[in-house]
């Protein structure tokens, strides 16, 4: 490690982001990955049905961003796709987020009329409106269906995707999936929908394709990096790093778990091979209670694709787990858990790595927050360019 500027823990958006633009800025990077793939949760690749398996569930790249498009696209191409997702209720499918076509789905043509006029003479037309805002609503009738919606849509999926009740887990999580006052079926509305032409790894493997950049995949950070809050330095394989570590794992597991586990919601799929085309769109959604369904999804790859093979189909049965670092099922953290004692359990762990000033937190893991990846790709962005005005 004499010669490297930046060492990097973690091979996804937020490292390899970094590690490019740093890079280009003549810095010395290495990265070291513990699994042994790049692109880290976005990794996909040509399965058996000749489907691109997105290994750790559905990505969808969506966004306003102009800075994250233009950044990307110096590695990939695209292909236009909108996301469109139906969700099992009562029987049905119907359109998730829920929206005008949902509500005359699954009422009757008068009431449904009646329920859209209220609606819109409220809203407005095109509006995206919470759920949490519609179940305070001063008319009766809204907040009728907004308990209605709350009930058939959110209650059954949060405990299912949580673990907790809808109204143990912060305002945050159940508020970014809105009820539309629209009869636009797309999942996301963003200015720029599409794909990586040849996949996210291809993406990846162009972006650190520098010769100023090393990748260690099959590497344990913790095997070779040891932190000393007391003395605020870092180590590596047992020396003393002056340089920059810029950290996107767990940020209990690199000091040690000494205020205990951050709590994460993991999720495990069973992927099975399926004939023709198995649903309507790439994912469908059962927000019905656990003894029904026990699963969240069901997504199916290939129809996200641009030339999807049509023979055979790959599809993933999704199944939320709590985290556990040391299970067989359920030992990947995906989604950070928002309570009042994990948001001041982070706090701490932050608190003592100010000691440490040459480590630098980023990305979901990292940083204890939610990110998409066009969200990840403008902080690592920025991130990177702040830290090379230093």
């Known amino acids: 490690m004499k010669n490297t500027d930046v060492l990097i823990v973690g091979a996804g958006f937020a490292g390899a982001v970094s590690a490019r633009v740093l890079a280009d800025a003549g810095k010395k990077v290495v990265i070291l990955e513990k699994r042994n793939h790049i692109g880290g949760n976005a990794y996909d690749w040509i399965d058996e049905n000749d489907v691109m398996r997105h290994e750790y569930g559905p990505h969808i790249f969506h966004t306003s961003s102009e800075k994250a498009v233009q950044f990307l696209s110096r ?33 009757d043509a008068q009431k449904a009329d009646h329920l859209k006029d209220v609606l819109i003479r409220t809203y407005g037309m095109e509006k995206k409106v919470p759920i949490l805002e ?31 009740t809808a109204e143990e887990i912060d305002p945050a999580v159940t508020g970014r999936v809105p ?18 032409d040849q996949g996210y790894t291809a993406m990846f493997e162009k972006m650190l394709d520098h010769e100023n950049i090393q990748v260690c995949l099959n590497t344990e950070a913790m095997d070779h990096l040891r932190v000393d809050a007391e003395q605020g330095c870092v180590y590596v394989d047992g020396e003393k790093f002056d340089g920059i570590v810029i950290f996107t794992g767990l940020v209990d597991q690199l000091l040690g778990y000494t205020n205990g586990d951050l709590p994460y919601r993991s999720l495990e799929f069973d992927v099975q091979s399926k004939a023709g085309q198995y649903q309507p769109v790439t ?5 019905t209670p656990a003894e029904v369904n026990p699963y969240t999804r069901i997504t199916e790859y290939k129809n996200m694709m641009k030339d999807a093979p049509k023979e055979k189909t790959t599809i993933a ?11 067989e099922k359920g030992n990947v953290p995906y989604y950070p858990v928002f309570t009042d004692d994990s948001k001041a359990m982070y706090a701490a762990y932050v608190e003592k790595l ?7 937190l980023l990305g979901r893991l990292a940083e204890y927050k939610y990110y998409n990846m066009d969200q990840i790709t403008d902080a690592a962005l920025a991130f990177a360019e702040k830290l090379l005005e230093k």
Not at 354 to 360: D, L, S
Request: with cysteine; proline share 7%.
């Open 354 to 360: 100010k000691a440490v000033p040459n480590i630098y």
């Open 179 to 196: 009820v539309l006052v629209s009869y636009d079926d797309r999942y996301f509305q963003d200015t720029f929908q599409k794909m990586p």
């Open 134 to 164: 519609l179940r305070k609503s001063e008319d009766p009738e809204i907040r009728e269906l907004a308990e209605y919606i709350f009930e058939h849509v959110f209650k059954y999926y949060t405990m299912k995707q949580w673990g907790y």
């Open 75 to 107: 590695f990939t191409g695209w292909y236009d796709y909108e996301h469109r997702v139906l969700g099992c209720i009562e029987d049905q499918l119907v359109p998730i987020p829920f929206n005008l076509t949902s509500i005359e789905k699954l009422f």
């Open 317 to 327: 049965v999704e199944y939320p787990y709590k985290y556990n670092r040391t299970g």
């Open 283 to 287: 994912t469908v959604n059962y927000p």
